[in-house]
């Protein structure tokens, strides 16, 4: 089993900057990535940035150049530095692991979701 919690969320103001954390915890047997989604009221969940095992990152065009995420050595937690936030970045974040537990096959693992909320 594994449990990922997200924290950091909460009210900006527009250009202000927030960091979120999500920790994973369980019986992870390996990871092939992890990374940040988010989910705008009314909106389908979106690909925010990513990591995979290898060091690639990916980001979503939108937040290129402002967010960062990036890792502890040990894959325990997973970090989005959100700077020069913007009203639209408005939406619940939720961190993802797509990694295999002990025998088992890779999976999509996901938390609960943090708020943030930016205000213009």
């Known amino acids: 089993q594994v449990q990922l919690v997200e924290s950091g969320g909460g009210l900006v103001q527009a250009g202000g900057s927030l960091r979120l954390s999500c920790a994973a915890s369980?019986?992870?047997?390996?990871?092939?990535?992890m990374g940040w989604y988010r989910q705008a009221q009314g909106k389908q969940r979106e690909l925010v940035a990513s990591?995979?095992?290898?060091?690639?990152?990916n980001y979503a065009d939108s937040v290129k150049g402002r967010f960062t995420i990036s890792r502890d050595n040990n894959w325990d937690t997973v970090y989005l530095q959100m700077n020069s936030l913007k009203p639209e970045d408005t939406g619940v974040y939720y961190c993802?692991?797509?990694?295999?537990?002990?025998?088992?096959?890779?999976?999509?693992?996901w938390g609960q979701g943090t708020q943030v909320t930016v205000s213009s």
């Open positions: 993802n692991l797509r990694g295999a537990t002990m025998g088992g096959p890779t999976s999509d693992y």
């Open positions: 990591l995979t095992a290898s060091g690639r990152t």
């Open positions: 369980g019986n992870i047997d390996s990871i092939s990535a």
